[in-house]
């Protein structure tokens, strides 16, 4: 079956460390999606991609990069981690094509200490 | 910018009851408005949605409506059930973003046996 995974599941880094968070679907969807979820802000939007090569940042995309260079995934790096960004993330795609429904992933929850 | 207002932020209803859960959005170019379930420790599901050419949307023991003219939508659940107990997101997205959904802050249900 179809699906979207996000890998690792957890994860605790310290201050000023690179990480990445992995997304890979395997619907073909075009569209993909970072967001943060944290208690009382619901969800906001990280960064966005259209298709590969493409790539766009949301409203709180500062300390975030992403890169699209197939179809399938989405990685999400934090440049510098910082304690502001511990957080859970949710990956999430969407075919896009005048269809706006998105499909989540099981989320990673990352600790900085 | 675009704003998706969502109350209350936690609801408690006796098993049976009905639960409304209801949001507000700014931009009135929006017309897709989904809703998703988040269980505990796992990503958001889409339940249901609506577009702005529909009033009122069912599937069995849920349904949504919209009101365009004060911009607001809501959720109704109806015989409510102790595995509807989770944090419910409303959202909205407009024609130009091609599947950028803008979130509320969720709603916490608990349904008492």
């Known amino acids: 079956d179809a699906e979207i995974t996000q890998s690792p599941r957890h994860k605790i880094t310290e201050t000023g460390r690179q990480v990445t968070l992995a997304c890979h679907q395997t619907w073909n969807h075009n569209n993909m999606f970072w967001y943060r979820q944290d208690l009382g802000h619901g969800l906001r939007l990280i960064h966005y991609?259209?298709?590969?090569?493409?790539?766009n940042k949301g409203e709180v995309s500062d300390g975030y990069s992403v890169s699209r260079s197939n179809t399938e995934d989405l990685p999400l790096t934090l440049e510098s981690a910082a304690s502001s960004q511990t957080s859970v993330y949710f990956c999430a795609s969407g075919s896009g094509t005048g269809n706006y429904e998105q499909y989540f992933g099981p989320g990673t929850r990352l600790t900085v200490t | 910018g675009e704003n998706v207002e969502q109350h209350p932020s936690t609801l408690s209803v006796q098993e049976g009851d009905s639960a409304v859960i209801k949001c507000t959005y700014s931009d009135s170019a929006s017309n897709y408005f989904p809703w998703y379930k988040q269980e505990l420790g796992k990503g958001p599901q889409l339940i249901i949605d609506i577009r702005s050419n529909v009033g009122e949307k069912k599937d069995q023991r849920i349904a949504v409506t919209l009101n365009k003219t004060a911009k607001h939508f809501s959720l109704h659940i109806t015989e409510t059930q102790p595995e509807d107990s989770a944090v419910y997101f409303c959202?909205?997205?407009?024609?130009?973003?091609?599947?950028?959904?803008?979130f509320g802050q969720g709603t916490t249900l608990q349904v008492k046996p």
């Open positions: 991609s259209y298709g590969v090569q493409d790539t």
């Open positions: 959202a909205a997205s407009r024609p130009s973003n091609t599947g950028k959904l803008i």
